[in-house]
């Protein structure tokens, strides 16, 4: 039996266009799974665990009593935050509270500063968050970038708290394990 026979066909089957044909296809799924993979690979190298916190200023008294209900949370990790109404791989593992010092700041006509303390009775609270995520030079938590001095909404399936301002932020290496 020959290897090309008169009518061109490979082992009298196969015709040698369609063989290429067939060879560049499984060439092409080749590179776009390798491609794919090497895609993936590469975003769980450049990973970093980053360490942010959150002041949010003036909360009422009630809503912090809820809230600790849930920081850290029954699987001591934290509350997860979520974005769009999607989970986010982020969680707030604690919350500090301090009193709000509220009060009204002026200046008189000989451009001294007056301050008028008011009582308020709400709460200066403080978010520490920790989250994985895959650019450490856009820090992307959801759709919400991580810089100091940024507002940031503290929000996760049991509470919401907008108008909050990132103070620190600090960034390690993620290590698988």
Known sequence: MKLVDE????????NIIDLLVILLLVVAVALIGWKVLKKD??????????TYT????GVDKEVYEGIK????GENGIGDQL????????????????????GG???????GNKLTFPMEDDTLDLTFTIQANVVNAVTNEVGTQEVRIGKN???????????NGTITTCASEPWTEG
Do not use: C, W
């Open 82 to 101: 979520m974005a769009n109404g999607e989970m986010v791989d982020a969680y707030v593992t604690n919350v500090a509270a301090i009193p709000h010092e």
């Open 54 to 57: 959150v002041e949010v200023q």
């Open 152 to 162: 940031h909404i503290v929000k996760t399936v049991h509470f919401e708290l907008v």
């Open 104 to 110: 009204l700041t002026m200046t008189d006509v000989n």
């Open 69 to 72: 209900d849930y920081v850290p």
């Open 7 to 14: 009518k061109g066909k490979l082992f009298g089957i196969l």
């Open 41 to 50: 690979g590469a975003s769980n190298v450049s990973r970093t665990i980053l």
